[in-house]
């Protein structure tokens, strides 16, 4: 059975770093593209970050410059390098593998495959 597995998540000051970690296991992600979504209190599930198979990178308009997204094929890890954090970062942070859809799918109904999410809190 697959599963996705996150850590990292903290409470951290604004304009700290994070990194957040996805492990997957079950079966081989390698060929499929990985995001980084998040969902706020009272909010909808949004994305960050997507890669795909061949290292192609999409960012929302909010962390473009700030996050960076990567992964390490040999392992089945995703990562999500968070700088300059700001409040409005605050939340809970979700891995996901599509195995649906190529290149880089950007809302939640195209990915089948997440992870229970890692919160992260970012203070004033």
């Known amino acids: 059975q697959e599963h996705l597995v996150e850590s990292g998540g903290r409470l951290v000051q604004a304009g700290d770093s994070l990194r957040l970690s996805c492990a997957t296991s079950?079966?081989?992600?390698?060929?499929?593209?990985m995001a980084w979504f998040r969902q706020a209190p009272g909010k909808k599930r949004e994305s960050v970050a997507v890669i795909s198979w061949a290292g192609n990178t999409y960012y929302a308009d909010p962390v473009k410059g700030r996050f960076t997204i990567s992964r390490d094929n040999a392992k089945t890890t995703v990562y999500l390098q968070m700088n300059s954090l700001k409040p409005e970062d605050t939340a809970v942070y979700y891995c996901?593998?599509?195995?649906?859809?190529?290149?880089?799918?950007?809302?939640?109904?195209?990915?089948?495959?997440w992870g229970q999410g890692t919160q992260v809190t970012v203070s004033s």
């Open positions: 079950g079966r081989t992600f390698s060929y499929y593209a």
């Open positions: 996901a593998v599509s195995v649906l859809v190529t290149g880089l799918p950007q809302y939640p109904g195209e990915y089948n495959y």
